[in-house]
Structure formats: structure tokens, C-alpha cells
């Protein structure tokens, strides 16, 4: 596989990753937070795995999500 095509192919499936986890993420807030169980004081941890068992990747990243950001 040329370089070329490797980048745009990896560049399509993060653009998807990145639209569908936005999407997913923003819902999940919303829903919690019209429960009442979310509070814009607590910030909210976040994990995404990603994993190739084909190339024996498993990439994590950890980080938070702080509702109390001003814009």
C-alpha cells in the first residue's frame, strides 16, 4: 500500500471516529444532564480505545471533559 493511500484512508476513519464520537459524547451530556444526573461542577472522565487486533494495537487516551469551560 502506497503512503499516499494509507494517510487518506486512516485520515477517513478518524474524520469518522471524530463526527461519531462528537455526536454520541454531546447526547450522553444532554441526557444526563436533563436527569439530573450531571453536574456542570464535576468534570466528567473520558477514555477512548483504539484497537487493531490485526496489528496488535491497542492505542488509549485518557482525558476529562470540564463542563464549567467558558466559551
Known amino acids: 500500500m502506497q503512503q499516499e493511500q494509507l494517510d487518506m484512508a486512516i485520515r477517513r476513519f478518524?474524520?469518522?471516529?471524530?463526527?461519531?464520537?462528537?455526536?454520541?459524547?454531546?447526547?450522553?451530556?444532554?441526557?444526563?444532564?436533563?436527569?439530573?444526573?450531571?453536574?456542570?461542577?464535576?468534570?466528567?472522565a473520558l477514555t477512548m480505545t483504539l484497537e487493531v487486533p490485526e496489528l496488535g494495537l491497542t492505542h488509549r487516551i485518557e482525558g476529562t471533559l470540564d463542563l464549567n469551560t467558558p466559551d
Open 14 to 44: 478518524l474524520k469518522e471516529v471524530g463526527i461519531t464520537s462528537h455526536r454520541a459524547l454531546a447526547e450522553a451530556v444532554a441526557k444526563a444532564e436533563q436527569e439530573g444526573r450531571l453536574s456542570a461542577d464535576t468534570p466528567v
